[in-house]
């Protein structure tokens, strides 16, 4: 157990440095927006920076499936949960990174809700058969609320719409490996190459994931990572719970203490994200860069 828990650890803080990598050039690089989507994709590849960032992220999420296969869900989620205070740190520290009180509120509520439904998870639940049809509904029904928040132009601008996107992405991403291991399951008999080939979930689940990669990409662009990254995991997280319960057949744990945590935990990720997105505090630009020694230089007057 205690190697399942080393290799969680090692998980989180290699997923997080990754993320770190990738917000380190969002400045630099361009955003992947209307017809300059695959340019701007392609130019990030081409960037060493950003392109060890998602090798980083891979080996991360290899680690995760690891320590998955050895160790209880619980212990896992509360340590992948604590990827966000991480980030939250290193933003803080080495990106120079602040934010208003209103936002530290729900920064600190985002994290307490994934604590809250991490812990929740400790009393397992029971799961039925995936609803196919359950499934796509749910799916065209986030896709669908995700892009409303692009309506709005103060959203969309400072990156919150973005973020939303990503983490209902990575989130459905997350459903749709769910149902790929049920279709696995249920067809032993054929070979694993044809299985991978005919299984509709394998192609939804790389969209899915890729698009969340793409929009919090783009969140970092427009957004401080000490915003878009709680954001967008809080959602990621939610949205295999909601998923859980209408596509496969999943409750609320019986006892009443870890249900009445998990309903606790949706609420407070609700109210957090509605304090970030709605912040219009304008004194949140990163530190300025501290002065060589102690001397100030002051700005060249135009010439």
């Known amino acids: 157990m205690a190697l399942y828990f080393i290799l969680a650890v090692l998980a989180s803080t290699l997923l997080t440095g990754g993320l770190l990598m990738m ?3 969002a400045d630099a690089l361009p955003a992947a927006t209307g017809a300059r989507m695959l340019s701007a994709i392609l130019a990030w590849i081409r960037d060493p920076m950003w392109l060890g960032g998602l090798l980083v ?8 499936i690891a320590a998955l296969s ?31 009180p209103r936002e530290w509120a729900g920064i600190c509520a985002i994290i307490a809700g994934m604590l809250l439904l991490a812990l929740s998870l400790a009393a397992g639940q029971a799961q039925g058969a995936l609803d196919e049809r359950a499934l796509l509904a749910l799916s065209a029904a986030l896709v669908a609320l995700s892009l409303m928040p692009m309506c709005a132009p103060r959203l969309k601008h400072n990156g919150a719409a973005a973020a939303i996107f990503s983490g209902v992405a990575f989130g459905l991403g997350a459903l749709y ?42 969140s970092f662009h427009a957004a401080r990572g000490i915003i878009a990254m709680p954001l967008s995991s809080a959602l990621s997280n939610l949205v295999p719970i909601v998923g859980g319960i209408i596509a496969f057949g999943e409750r609320l744990p019986p006892q009443p203490v870890p249900a009445v945590m998990r309903i606790a935990s949706f609420a407070l990720t609700i109210a957090a994200a509605t304090l970030i997105a709605g912040s219009r505090d304008a004194a949140v630009s990163p530190r300025p860069p501290r002065a060589l020694g102690a001397v100030i230089v002051p700005p060249r007057p135009d010439l």
């Not at 992220?57 to 995760?64: E, N």
């Not at 299985?195 to 899915?208: G, K, L, Q, S, W």
Request: glycine residues 8%; proline residues 4%; aromatic residues 10%.
């Open 23 to 25: 917000k380190t050039r």
């Open 57 to 64: 992220q891979t080996a991360g999420y290899s680690l995760y």
């Open 70 to 100: 050895g160790a209880p869900v619980s212990i896992v989620s509360v340590m992948m949960q604590g990827g966000i205070a991480l980030f939250v740190v290193f933003a803080v520290v080495i990106l120079g990174e602040r934010a208003a």
């Open 177 to 218: 490996t769910k149902a790929l291991t049920v279709d696995f399951l249920a067809r032993p008999a054929i070979a694993l190459a044809l299985r991978v080939a005919t299984d509709p979930y394998v192609y939804y689940a790389v969209i899915a994931n890729i698009a969340g990669i793409v929009m919090l990409q783009n």
